[in-house]
């Protein structure tokens, strides 16, 4: 909904100023999605290392089956939180850049909307979780043995300090500059998570003293944040807190569908999980896992990139602005593309050098990872759609599509994963993943009503897969598909981007880019904004 504004009056008239031009605010936008966007890549590349250095602890420290029920431990927690929350961080994604911050603002009566009915929900998951943890260990952690009534019970316990870090994570990307979120998002947690959980490793700790050490980050992260949001939200300095009924049905509105949904989205791989330690084992539990660990890293680009510019896309889609929303979502998507491609393209190609790094009983995932690669090419191949449903009021729209992916990949995943193990989980999930991706793309583009593709991205994609694809044929004819190729492609890869740099076109693109980035960075609204009407859509 556009947003009624007055403009400038014009020196020495009176008049306003005309509105300025379409092509002018989408390039505006756009460099200032280039700013938040590089620091949400560089957060998100540190995250997706230490995440991986996090994989590598756990297959090394606990072997296949214990690996399997501590990731079995981490999706049961990740699926609670993302069920407890109640949609209501992307809520909160999307009401907060509309309102006014600050001690005289109205954006911190969306505090107890937000948070009262999700830390509910989170207690009572929690309390009813404690109880049952004794029924439910041997069917959802087979594997952890002895531990598996305790871990579990650990694992509950602690979903409402999740879910609250969870939301006031939110908060804290809407109030203040990137810089402070990725600080907490993309460095406390994913840095502090394999120290914690190697010390318990290599202390000979079981699965318990681990899943702790995964846990404990949650808590320091939860008071970092309230620490930050505080200030800017003007907590403890005369903000009101008592919300409207108008705050409460127009956040819930959308909030609602979005709940099930994210659910969805966080869960996705988790399900695969959970359904293969009960229909496969756990063994294969765990080769999935670390396959899925592989997969979720090279999303980290795009997960970096949504971060940055969803409360950008709200406010743009808020005031009606969607050819520049749009100009953001193409450059992003390029960017996205050209940095995601490669990693899964050799991951589908040298799946075999990349298990290896766990453990030779990890290489039967080989076929799984190839076919997830591959998969995952889809989704970040039409960029952020998610974001745009999202940030433009769209939730419903949004659950439609993931609703159709998960029912995708829990029918193949019953067929397939009994008799193929974690092979069938990836084929199912795979299914699932272009099912969701191809309908969001196809909402985003009817509600958008602009181009979500361009030339740009076409050039992009040619030659992304060119280029990787050229690389990786010499490293499987020299080395093969393990790590011998592997390294030869990455050496071939590095030549060949060294050389693109002697280009004078490249350069040319490269000195625009970083005109883009330089400035000040995307910094949290003002105290005091022109305020932007909150109806729901």
Known sequence: MTAATRGPADAGTGHPAPPPDAADVGAAETRRSARSGVAGLLGAATSGLFGFVLAV??????????????????????????????????????????????RRGDAARLLPVALIPPLLAGLLVAGVG?????????????????????????????????VAMTLLLATLRCVRPIRAYVGVQFLLLPVARPALVGAAALAGAGLLAGMTGWLVPAALALLVCL??????????????????????????????????SAAIDAGSMWVGVLLTSVLAGPEDAGVFGAVGRYVLAGQLAMQGLRVAVSPQLSRLLGRGERAAAAAVHRQLTSWGLVLSWPVYLLLAVFALAFLQLFGPEFTAGVPAMTVLALAMLVNTGVGNVQ?????????????????????????????????????????????????????????????VREPLVDRMTLRAAAATVAGVGLASGVGVLLGGRGLPGLTVALGVLLAGCVGLLTLPRVRA?????????????????TAEPTPVSTRGR
């Open 57 to 102: 602890v756990i297959t090394r420290g606990y072997g296949t089956a214990g690996a399997g029920a501590f990731f079995a431990a981490i999706g049961v927690v990740t699926v609670a939180t993302a069920v407890c929350t109640l949609g209501a961080e992307t809520g909160l994604m999307w009401a907060l850049p509309r309102r006014r911050i600050g």
């Open 509 to 525: 693109g490269i000195r625009v880019t970083m005109r883009q980035i330089r400035g000040r960075d995307d910094a949290a609204p």
């Open 130 to 162: 404690m109880l049952a943890a004794d029924a439910l260990a041997p069917q959802l952690l087979q594997g952890s043995g002895a531990d598996g009534q305790a871990l579990l019970t650990v694992t509950f316990a602690a979903v409402p300090v999740v």
């Open 227 to 260: 620490i930050l949001v505080a200030g800017p939200l003007g907590l403890g300095r005369g903000a009101p807190l008592r919300s409207s009924r108008a705050d409460w049905s127009t956040f819930w509105r959308f909030a609602l569908p979005r709940a099930a």
């Open 387 to 447: 974001s745009l449903l999202l940030m433009g009021g769209r939730s419903g729209l949004h659950l439609v599509s993931t609703l159709a992916g998960l029912t995708m990949t829990v029918a193949l995943g019953l067929w397939l994963i009994p008799e193929h193990g974690a092979t069938g989980a990836a084929l199912a999930w795979a299914a699932g993943i272009a099912t969701e991706n191809l309908s969001a793309a196809g909402f985003a583009r009817s509600v």
